[in-house]
């Protein structure tokens, strides 16, 4: 019987090792924190330069935060201290949205440009909100609102047309 060198697995393992492991080449991008605690990225544009998500502070108060060539900017509420979470961004990477404290101090779905700032896109009646997606262009936005009584019912957003109610309860 004649000694094999190497078995049909160790043989399997070792083309693997080198067919597949050029293929699993990255890198990973180190985004920041806003000199904060940490940092969670939720949502990436379609070509992967824009990223947005949320920064936590040493007492875990959050940010809202757009990360483009490089550099990362807090999304903050304007005109009063409070919090802000990016959930997602168009795929052209123009548009953020997600949802903040407004001045009454309830959750309120936001769009954000960096030209604009921040818009606020209604509760549809209720007493809060996120918006969770954007379409490419960010000119159709999608999320939730939740009412008094804290039932919960999607909305789409379009540009110049404002919020409209997709279904009752969610």
Not at 7 to 16: E, F, I, K, N, P
Not at 122 to 130: D, I, N, W
Request: proline share 4%; glycine share 12%; net charge positive.
């Amino acid at each position: 019987m004649k000694r094999r060198l190497c078995t049909w697995g160790s043989m399997t393992a070792l083309m693997g090792a080198f067919c597949v492991a050029p293929c699993f080449a990255q890198s990973l991008t180190w985004l920041g924190t806003l000199d904060y605690r940490f940092s969670i990225a939720n949502d990436v544009s379609d070509d992967g330069s824009v990223v947005v998500g949320i920064a936590y502070t040493p007492n875990f108060d959050f940010r809202a935060f757009y990360w483009r060539n490089g550099r990362m900017e807090p999304i903050a509420p304007p005109r009063w201290q409070g919090w802000s979470q990016a959930y997602g961004v168009s795929g052209d990477g123009s548009v953020v949205v997600g949802d903040m404290m407004d001045s009454v101090g309830y959750m309120a779905a936001f769009r954000w440009t960096p030209s604009a700032g921040v818009e606020f896109l209604g509760a549809l009646g209720g007493v809060s909100g996120r918006a969770s997606a954007a379409s490419y262009d960010g000119s159709t936005i999608v999320g939730w609102a939740e009412a008094r009584n804290e039932d919960r019912f999607a909305f789409r957003w379009r540009q110049g047309q404002g919020c409209k109610r997709w279904a009752r309860r969610m």
